[in-house]
């Protein structure tokens, strides 16, 4: 069956390293999305790409960036680890193009504390 | 003021209650609308899209009103199992912006 994954579920990290989240998808879907969710917050947009080398800012982008190689893998990295992006973060995906819906779909998330 | 807005509750209920949700919403730009359903620690599921004409799944009703910028959720006969936190998401299609509300907590009590 056709999902989107992430990888680690869990991780523990140290301010000012770098680090990467990983996400897959095995719909083809073209939009790609990056969420982190704190208390209080609810899920905010971190990147999103409509496609294979596009990727745009979303409304929390700062100390995070994105690239698309290909269809299905969208991996956030964290440049410089800091305490205020300890969060939990979904990926999510969706179809994309003229004449589809804008349903996204959720990855499992990835709890990273930074410490 | 937050571009998407919900009442945070919680919503405590006994089986067998309605309970409606309602989430506004301020850019008259918006194109999609949806409402999700996300259990502690797990990801958001979609639960319905939201259309003008208003759309019914089994005991979930759901309605947009683009004159008043807001969409509501309707649950008939709760179930302890529909014990959740429920988000509402609009979409704006023009700048592909995607704002999650901060969701809404409901208990379902036997």
């Known amino acids: 069956d056709a999902e989107i994954t992430q990888s680690p579920r869990h991780k523990i990290t140290e301010t000012g390293r770098q680090v990467t989240l990983a996400c897959h998808q095995t719909w083809n879907h073209n939009n790609m999305f990056w969420y982190r969710q704190d208390l209080g917050h609810g899920l905010r947009l971190i990147h999103y790409s409509y496609g294979v080398q596009d990727t745009n800012k979303g409304e929390v982008s700062d100390g995070y960036s994105v690239s698309r190689s290909n269809t299905e893998d969208l991996p956030l990295t964290l440049e410089s680890a800091a305490s205020s992006q300890t969060s939990v973060y979904f990926c999510?995906?969706?179809?994309?193009?003229?004449?589809?819906?804008?349903?996204?779909?959720f990855g499992p998330g990835t709890r990273l504390t930074v410490l | 003021r937050k571009e998407v807005e919900q009442d945070p509750g919680p919503f405590n209920v006994p089986e067998g209650a309605t309970v409606a949700f309602n989430c506004t919403y301020s850019?008259?730009?918006?194109?999609?609308f949806f409402w999700y359903r996300q259990d502690c620690r797990k990801e958001p599921k979609l639960l319905m899209s939201v259309y003008s004409s208003g759309n019914e799944d089994g005991r979930f009703t759901a309605q947009l009103n683009r004159a008043s910028q807001y969409i509501s959720l309707l649950i008939r006969d709760s179930k302890l199992s529909d014990s959740a936190t429920y988000l509402c998401?609009?979409?704006?299609?023009?700048?592909?912006?995607?704002?999650f509300g901060a969701g809404t907590r409901l208990f379902v009590k036997a």
């Open positions: 998401v609009v979409i704006f299609r023009g700048g592909f912006k995607t704002i």
């Open positions: 999510a995906s969706s179809e994309g193009g003229l004449g589809t819906t804008d349903t996204q779909y």
């Open positions: 850019n008259s730009a918006s194109q999609s």
